[in-house]
């Protein structure tokens, strides 16, 4: 049972590239989400989604695109990479329901925007 | 959701309880108190939650005041490896999205 997998796990883009970072979970959850965690801070949520084709922001959205084709993947997309998104990234899922349900991470993202 | 407050680092000896505070003087009637922590580099792990019961599971205890504003995380016998970021989040039971907003947390050392 892998979890969440997140790809790649380190990567380094220019000022104004593009790129996907890919999440995908085997656990059959329909909530997914994406974080952002800066040096000494704590994580900030990006997007998340509550089922196949259901996308919504979450604290940070701006310069970041989401979508949610199947309950497995949620990539997350950023156009035009800027300085500022240099940062480690977190996906997770969970399963739906009222109440407590907990996270399940993948194990992170390191972008370098250089 | 409730707004918590927790400071930013403590430090524990080894084999020594860990009591880990967090105050949350807004929360209302039907809002949890949730621990995840985050081992360096790591994505974050649940720990325990409670709304206004103390709870116990095979990784901490969890000690909420009676008027629910603070509330305590206990690891009984802390080993290094409990050398962490925990954070405490105030979540209300009917958020839609199962969201989890992290502050910054306490920064826990556990010192040999």
């Known amino acids: 049972n892998a979890g969440v997998t997140q790809t790649p796990k380190f990567r380094i883009l220019k000022i104004g590239q593009s790129m996907t970072l890919q999440c995908t979970q085997d656990?059959?959850?329909?909530?997914m989400y994406w974080y952002r965690q800066d040096p000494g801070m704590g994580l900030k949520l990006i997007y998340y989604s509550v089922g196949a084709g259901i996308t919504d922001k979450g604290e940070v959205p701006n310069g970041y695109n989401v979508s949610r084709s199947t309950t497995e993947d949620f990539p997350l997309r950023l156009e035009l990479a800027a300085p500022s998104q240099t940062s480690v990234y977190f996906c997770?899922?969970?399963?739906?329901?009222?109440?407590?349900?907990?996270?399940?991470f993948g194990s992170g993202t390191r972008l370098t925007v250089v | 959701d409730a707004k918590t407050t927790q400071p930013p680092s403590m430090d524990c000896a080894e084999g020594r309880a860990a009591n880990l505070p967090c105050n949350h003087s807004?929360?209302?009637?039907?809002?949890?108190v949730y621990w995840y922590r985050q081992i360096h580099s790591q994505g974050p792990q649940y720990i325990i939650h409670g709304l206004k019961n103390n709870e116990t599971n095979e990784m901490a205890s969890l000690i909420i005041t009676e008027d629910r504003k603070s509330s305590t995380l206990i690891l009984p016998h802390a080993t290094l490896r409990d050398t962490a970021v925990y954070y405490c989040i105030v979540r209300g039971g009917t958020n839609t999205g199962n969201q989890f907003y992290f502050g910054t947390g306490t920064s826990l050392t556990v010192i040999p």
């Open positions: 997770a899922s969970s399963p739906r329901g009222r109440g407590y349900y907990g996270y399940t």
């Open positions: 807004t929360i209302s009637g039907n809002e949890y």
């Open positions: 656990m059959n959850h329909n909530y």
